[in-house]
């Protein structure tokens, strides 16, 4: 079974931090780009954060540069999201995501190959 396991979710205050990590099973996505997408409750599910796993290349959503931080370890097959000076705004489902075309960047939905089942983050004022 190929999948995409979310973990670190949960509750904190606005300014505080959290590190979501995302582990794949079931075949290695060393050289898949990775990506992370953000849901809040009736909204559209927005890009956040995205990483070139064969080129170490990364970009971010304007609304978290110098904020958030991806990276990865591909030795154990897993990509994460560090979180810092969280606002409550911030506040959605996180979902982690391999892309479609190898080391390409994703940064569309459309370019998805694999979601996670999401884990939740809530930020509290």
């Known amino acids: 079974q190929v999948q995409l396991v979310e973990s670190g979710g949960g509750l904190v205050q606005a300014g505080g931090s959290l590190r979501l990590s995302c582990a794949a099973s079931g075949r290695t996505f060393s050289s898949y780009a990775m990506v992370w997408f953000r849901q809040a409750p009736g909204n559209q599910r927005d890009f956040v954060a995205t990483i070139n796993w064969g080129g170490g290349s990364t970009y971010y959503a304007d609304s978290v540069k110098g904020r958030f931080t991806i990276s990865r370890d591909n030795a154990k097959n897993t990509v994460y999201l560090q979180m810092n000076s969280l606002k409550p705004e911030d506040t959605a489902v996180y979902y982690c995501?391999?892309?479609?075309?190898?080391?390409?960047?994703?940064?569309?939905?459309?370019?998805?190959?694999?979601w996670g089942q999401g884990t939740l983050v809530t930020v509290s004022s």
């Open positions: 995501a391999a892309g479609k075309y190898g080391n390409i960047l994703v940064t569309a939905p459309g370019h998805v190959e694999l």
